[in-house]
């Protein structure tokens, strides 16, 4: 089992970043700071965890921003050209990987009423690990000031602080504190996405796409629209980026969308779907079984997907839409796919008994349905 992400930020890590910290200002007292992390530490989350170490560096750093934000820069480790940061512990020579959380946070606490200065570390922090969290409060606080900042960014040599520019921005950022101005409006962040959805660098462009399909779930048409105007006559990149940004309306049956991806013909033909059982308890699979007659005259492509609708607490229902298949199925031809779907505990859903409605989604029409129940 992979160790949880919580344990990254830990004693050792604590004690080598005070190390590095001592070495940039020798005022700074390593000691008070470790005995002020290490009562708690085990006992917190990953979040918690980041926020502890900080109020510790709050108490220990130079009370004035600047000279804080210059024992910080001194403290970092050399900028490994060709890497992408990790989250590997501090190296030899400075701060890198999961302390830059934390010591993140602290900027993100301290600079606010500093923000030029702030943005500036926070360009030096992102190179060695990310600035993705810190850099939200700006955007709330000063969004003129650090959209014109990530407006040059976006030019910037590092694919860390391009990537800064989309990922900081996404409004729907997992472990990042939604951006609820961006999710009522996102235009401020499209300029800088036109730019970075052709950027040299895979890991950008994958941001990007992220950043789209967040803007998706709250603004459908504008992403569509998107699709629309930057798909026709685009290269491999540009498509992978648009397809990946498109996954959210598609698993949806967004019609207008799969019609631009080439799937939005109703299916001419036959659909048998089935169950191999119908009822499972909690942690056990049902397979589906579909097959696809086809009764058109020449190719057609079809983009197949299957909606669970969820029992909830109070009885009602909650559709959660799973990726199926992308299929081209020749004329008269029969094509079979089966897939099995498990139901059991995870930390972002809860299963509750009762009666389980299974809808099989050709090209965004629902074509069939299947019951299972759900036994806890």
């Known amino acids: 089992m992979a160790e949880p992400f919580k344990h990254f930020i830990n004693t050792a890590l604590v004690g080598d970043a005070a190390l590095h910290l001592q070495r940039a200002d020798a005022r700074f007292d390593a000691a008070r700071f470790v005995e002020a992390v290490a009562p708690r530490l085990e006992a917190l989350e990953l979040k918690a965890r980041a926020q502890w170490v900080a109020d510790a560096l709050e108490a220990v750093l130079p009370a004035d921003f600047h000279a804080a934000a210059e024992v910080i820069e001194r403290a970092l480790a050399s900028v490994r050209l060709g890497e992408q940061p990790s989250g590997a512990p501090s190296e030899p020579d400075g701060l890198t990987g999961w302390m830059l959380w934390p010591v993140g946070e602290f900027v993100a606490r301290r600079g606010l009423a500093h923000p030029e200065r702030a943005l500036t570390v926070l360009h030096a922090i992102t190179q060695r690990f990310t600035a993705e969290f810190a850099i939200r409060p700006f955007l709330e606080r000063h969004p003129a000031l650090v959209f014109g900042t990530l407006a040059r960014w976006v030019h910037d040599p590092s694919e860390h602080v391009r990537r800064l520019v989309s990922e900081g921005t996404r409004p729907r950022l997992p472990w990042g504190r939604q951006l609820r101005a961006l999710r009522d409006d996102p235009s401020p962040s499209l300029p800088l996405l036109a730019v970075l959805q052709d950027d040299p660098s895979?890991?950008?462009?994958?941001?990007?796409?992220?950043?789209?399909?967040?803007?998706?779930?709250?603004?459908?048409?504008?992403?569509?629209?998107?699709?629309?105007?930057?798909?026709?006559?685009?290269?491999?990149?540009?498509?992978?980026?648009?397809?990946?940004?498109?996954?959210?309306?598609?698993?949806?049956?967004?019609?207008?969308?799969?019609?631009?991806?080439?799937?939005?013909?109703?299916?001419?033909?036959?659909?048998?779907?089935?169950?191999?059982?119908?009822?499972?308890?909690?942690?056990e699979s049902v397979t589906l079984r579909l097959s696809l007659t086809s009764a058109a005259s020449g190719v057609q492509r079809l983009a197949v997907d299957y909606v669970v609708h969820h029992v909830k607490a109070n009885g009602t229902t909650s559709p959660k839409v799973f990726k199926g298949w992308v299929l081209e199925v020749g004329p008269g031809d029969t094509m079979v796919r089966t897939r099995r779907h498990t139901m059991k505990p995870i930390t972002t859903r809860h299963y509750y008994a009762g009666r389980h409605r299974i809808e099989l989604q050709v090209n965004g029409h629902v074509r069939a349905e299947a019951i299972v129940h759900l036994e806890i």
């Open 202 to 283: 895979a890991y950008v462009r994958r941001s990007v796409a992220n950043h789209l399909n967040d803007i998706a779930k709250d603004h459908p048409e504008l992403v569509v629209d998107w699709v629309a105007r930057y798909l026709p006559g685009a290269r491999r990149e540009r498509t992978a980026v648009l397809r990946h940004a498109s996954r959210t309306l598609v698993k949806q049956g967004h019609r207008r969308l799969l019609a631009l991806w080439g799937v939005g013909e109703t299916f001419e033909g036959a659909v048998g779907f089935t169950l191999d059982r119908d009822a499972i308890r909690l942690g």
